[in-house]
């Protein structure tokens, strides 16, 4: 079985300064990873996406992450963030088949001006 | 192109009451899901189809019934709600049995059981 570990429940930036959001996951089989991004009161739209491409996978809204296997990690950036950035972000990891797919707990990112 | 959609987008029951909550999608989906949300759990899934005439159990189904109606409905039931089940339900769907096909997620439905 799969799993993912999200560092920090809570991450606070200034606006134009770089995000990162933690991610590490666990997994038997090579691991297929997401982000997704969850406005208040809309459900969870996909950032972006490994499935063993490329280790740097580029999403929508300029987020970028990086796969790592030697570290189990997925890790969220952005460069600069902005206001509409706050929201908050879920790691999912996927192996074997769809149907077990996993959520990490989420980590809100508040964006102060 | 709708998307997913979810019916309704709130909910409250009290102690016993049953409901069913519906979810439609129009992308020609095959695999569609059920999932609970709550406060620093991420989403846990409660039920899915990996294709139309099929269900199966996912990691909290009990207290759970669902129905896939055809290839683009899929409904779950609260036979008799309990105020653990007080929660933000999503249906998301998703392209085929390839794990690296994404899902794509409904807006959420908000029960609360009193």
């Known amino acids: 079985a799969q799993s993912v570990t999200q560092l920090g429940s809570h991450v606070s930036v200034s606006e134009g300064a770089l995000v990162l959001l933690r991610c590490n996951y666990s997994?038997?089989?090579?691991?297929?990873l997401f982000w997704y991004v969850q406005y208040p009161n809309q459900g969870l739209q996909l950032l972006l996406k490994?499935?063993?491409?490329?280790?740097l996978v580029k999403g929508i809204n300029g987020f970028e992450a990086e796969f790592k296997k030697s570290e189990t990690s997925f890790h969220l950036t952005k460069p600069s963030a902005h206001m509409s950035d706050a929201a908050e972000y879920f790691c999912?990891?996927?192996?074997?088949?769809?149907?077990?797919?996993?959520f990490g707990a989420g980590t809100r990112l508040t964006v102060k001006p | 192109n709708a998307g997913v959609t979810q019916t309704p987008k709130f909910q409250v029951l009290k102690t016993g009451q049953s409901m069913t909550l519906q979810c439609a999608q129009d992308?020609?989906?095959?695999?569609m899901y059920w999932y609970r949300q709550d406060p620093g759990m991420g989403l846990r899934l409660i039920y899915y189809?990996?294709?139309?005439?099929?269900?199966d159990k996912g990691e909290v189904p009990n207290g759970y019934n669902v129905s896939r109606l055809n290839k683009r409905e899929f409904s779950l039931r609260l036979e008799s709600a309990a105020p653990s089940q007080t929660s933000v339900y999503f249906c998301?769907?998703?392209?085929?049995?390839?794990?690296?096909?994404?899902?794509?997620f409904g807006p959420g439905t908000r029960l609360t059981v009193t």
């Open positions: 998301a769907s998703s392209g085929g049995g390839d794990y690296s096909y994404e899902q794509y």
């Open positions: 997994s038997s089989v090579p691991p297929y």
């Open positions: 490994y499935t063993s491409a490329a280790t």
């Open positions: 999912a990891v996927s192996g074997g088949n769809n149907n077990d797919m996993r």
């Open positions: 992308m020609n989906h095959n695999s």
């Open positions: 189809s990996a294709s139309e005439g099929t269900t």
